[in-house]
């Protein structure tokens, strides 16, 4: 299932800082243990969604901005929006489908005049590089 949103990203916030920019995949396997010692491997699904850990630098002004899109735009972060992530095989330019997973973890004054928000984004699926993306010849 696709999710579409006419909600987009503010253009005002940056996008999320390369560092620290960790992917987590739901696994589609089920693994079964057998009594032998042997396991039984199946793929139960074909799309699985992605837990990405991100984190923003933001002035004072962009923190108010980030702060009312998450509240008011977003319901406290359950509705999906598009935003530019980088991922593997993905043109920088091209959106996906992301919502936050909870709140915030944290906000961290940093140099005196920069708040650094770390959350955690899902996407509905991995996206995986295949030819007709371009990335396999």
Same mark, same amino acid.
């Given at each position: /299932?696709?999710?579409?949103?006419?909600?987009?990203?503010?253009?005002?916030?940056?996008?999320?800082? @390369?560092?620290? =920019?960790?992917?987590?995949?739901?696994?589609?396997? /089920?693994?079964?243990?057998?009594?032998?010692?042997?396991?039984? /491997?199946?793929?139960?699904?074909?799309?699985?969604?992605? /837990?990405?850990?991100?984190?923003?630098?933001?002035?004072?002004?962009?923190?108010?901005?980030?702060? *009312?899109? =998450?509240?008011?735009?977003?319901?406290?972060?359950?509705?999906?929006?598009?935003?530019?992530?980088?991922?593997?095989?993905?043109?920088?330019?091209?959106?996906?489908? @992301?919502?936050?997973? *909870?709140?915030?973890?944290?906000?961290?004054?940093?140099?005196?005049?920069?708040?650094?928000?770390?959350?955690?984004?899902?996407?509905?699926?991995?996206?995986?590089?295949?030819?007709?993306?371009?990335?396999?010849?």
């Amino acid at each position: /299932m696709t999710i579409t949103t006419s909600v987009n990203w503010p253009e005002s916030l940056p996008l999320p800082l @390369a560092d620290g =920019y960790t992917q987590t995949p739901v696994s589609p396997v /089920m693994r079964t243990e057998l009594g032998s010692g042997r396991a039984i /491997m199946r793929r139960r699904f074909v799309s699985t969604p992605v /837990m990405i850990s991100v984190s923003w630098l933001l002035s004072e002004a962009q923190a108010g901005t980030f702060e *009312d899109f =998450y509240y008011n735009t977003l319901a406290d972060g359950v509705r999906w929006f598009r935003i530019a992530l980088r991922l593997p095989g993905k043109a920088d330019d091209e959106t996906v489908a @992301a919502r936050f997973t *909870d709140i915030w973890d944290a906000v961290t004054l940093t140099g005196g005049v920069w708040w650094e928000y770390s959350a955690t984004l899902e996407i509905r699926e991995r996206y995986v590089v295949t030819r007709d993306r371009g990335g396999m010849s």
